[in-house]
């Protein structure tokens, strides 16, 4: 390995560690020592990549983040009908974001408790809401488009939280049919 190439697999253990803690079921906990003790690695290494505590939480947000819309963007690019769309995306954001709800809690949950991403959740809903607003082909009104889709994203994002914070009972199933009946609907507004 080069040290170009160690330094990025100890980041990407670093991160990988900050997922867990910032996603930990009882809430983020997350300070340097704790992330050093998790991905075994000093202080020192930390600091290689992360100028402090706040920049390495906004930079597992932006990881957790990333991969989500890269999830969404891969599970619609291969379908052909608005269905199959909402099914694929619905059941890639439930497989990264339940599936593996460390991450769902850091994309979902932390920006409600974690002072360093206070504004982040807002930062990424352009482009969930842009995803969204691509999917709507039954709506042609383009201001009506968006506001569906910005409405879509809300209901989805709630519900999310929800699920990940157990106030949301419901099995698996009935919770991806839900959210596929949900976007299903939305598209169909534009019919109305």
Same mark, same amino acid.
């Given at each position: 390995?080069?040290?170009?190439?160690?330094?990025? *697999?100890?980041?990407?253990?670093?991160?990988?560690?900050?997922?867990?803690?910032?996603?930990?079921?009882?809430?983020?906990?997350?300070?340097?020592?704790?992330?050093?003790?998790?991905?075994?690695?000093?202080?020192?290494?930390?600091?290689?990549?992360?100028?402090?505590?706040?920049?390495?939480?906004?930079?597992?947000?932006?990881?957790?983040?990333?991969?989500?819309?890269?999830?969404?963007?891969?599970?619609?690019?291969?379908? %052909?009908?608005?269905?199959?769309? #909402?099914?694929?995306?619905?059941? #890639?954001?439930?497989?990264?974001?339940?599936?593996?709800?460390?991450?769902?809690?850091?994309?979902?949950?932390?920006?409600?408790?974690?002072?360093?991403?206070?504004?982040?959740?807002?930062?990424?809903?352009?482009?969930?809401? #842009?995803?969204?607003?691509?999917?709507?082909?039954?709506?042609?009104?383009?201001?009506?488009?968006?506001?569906?889709?910005?409405?879509?994203?809300? *209901?989805?994002?709630?519900?999310?939280?929800?699920?990940?914070?157990?106030?949301?009972?419901?099995?698996?199933?009935?919770?991806?049919? %839900?959210?596929?009946?949900?976007?299903?609907?939305?598209?169909?507004?534009?019919?109305?």
């Amino acid at each position: 390995m080069t040290l170009e190439d160690r330094r990025e *697999a100890r980041r990407t253990a670093l991160l990988r560690a900050g997922i867990m803690l910032l996603g930990a079921p009882a809430g983020p906990a997350v300070n340097v020592r704790a992330v050093c003790r998790a991905a075994s690695l000093t202080e020192r290494y930390f600091y290689e990549s992360f100028a402090d505590r706040d920049e390495f939480v906004r930079s597992v947000y932006a990881t957790v983040g990333d991969e989500a819309q890269a999830a969404l963007l891969g599970a619609v690019a291969s379908t %052909h009908t608005a269905r199959a769309r #909402a099914e694929a995306a619905v059941e #890639a954001f439930v497989e990264l974001m339940v599936d593996n709800p460390e991450r769902g809690r850091v994309l979902l949950l932390a920006p409600l408790s974690e002072p360093a991403l206070s504004r982040r959740g807002m930062d990424l809903m352009p482009g969930f809401v #842009a995803l969204v607003h691509d999917q709507l082909s039954a709506v042609d009104d383009e201001v009506e488009k968006q506001l569906v889709a910005i409405g879509v994203v809300g *209901a989805l994002t709630t519900l999310f939280i929800g699920y990940l914070d157990g106030t949301v009972a419901a099995s698996r199933e009935q919770f991806v049919a %839900h959210c596929v009946t949900l976007v299903m609907e939305a598209n169909r507004s534009g019919h109305e």
